[in-house]
């Protein structure tokens, strides 16, 4: 669903709600609070954000300790840093698929987000198509329902408050390092 028709079905049914409403405020205030729901428009904190910027210019970042601005691995956390030759493995459909899994991803969303990242369509993902997919999230194009799919899915597997941090977007892209480093292995 695109952002306008989301936007457009969320204002349609606050007004609804709002003329239907029967409750006086009293009662409204002693009654319980609904649970939350996953926001319909997931946004990126400026802190992902930056990670989004990183991924825009070819560099990975991965949770774990970092020793320098860019992204490199401190010693103690090099057994998972990707070598030059590891980086430029892709990551199967499958493998992908299996990843998003893992974020509680429907059958349909893997099917959306594996192709969406498979931007050459040959049946798998490189880490130029994951990072390019990665900061597709950002600023403007971050409404688009690919973008969407894939912020509402991170959001979901972090704490469903409909911000992405930098924590919840480094889970991704540290399991697509690690799907890569199972490939080179």
Do not use: C, W
């Not at 926001?39 to 949770?63: P, Q």
């Not at 990551?91 to 698929?97: A, C, E, G, I, R």
């Not at 959001?155 to 977007?169: K, P």
């Amino acid at each position: 669903m695109s952002p306008l028709i989301s936007g457009l079905a969320s204002v349609a049914s606050f007004l609804y709600n709002a003329a239907s409403g029967s409750k006086s405020a009293a009662s409204s205030r002693t009654s319980q609070p609904a649970a939350a729901e996953p926001s319909a428009v997931v946004t990126l904190s400026k802190e992902a954000e930056a990670l989004t910027g990183f991924a825009g210019k070819g560099i990975l970042m991965a949770s774990g300790k970092l020793d320098g601005p860019l992204g490199t691995r401190a010693a103690a956390d090099a057994g998972t840093a990707l070598t030059a030759s590891q980086a430029d493995r892709s990551v199967s459909k499958k493998d992908f698929q299996e990843l998003l899994t893992s974020f509680g991803a429907s059958d349909a969303q893997k099917e959306q987000l594996a192709a969406g990242f498979d931007a050459n369509q040959d049946g798998s993902i490189t880490r130029d198509e994951f990072l390019k997919g990665i900061a597709a999230t950002s600023g403007t194009k971050g409404g688009s329902e690919l973008s969407q799919s894939l912020l509402q899915l991170v959001d979901r597997h972090g704490n469903a408050n409909g911000v992405v941090n930098q924590t919840e977007l480094a889970q991704l892209t540290t399991a697509f390092a690690n799907a890569q480093l199972r490939k080179a292995a």
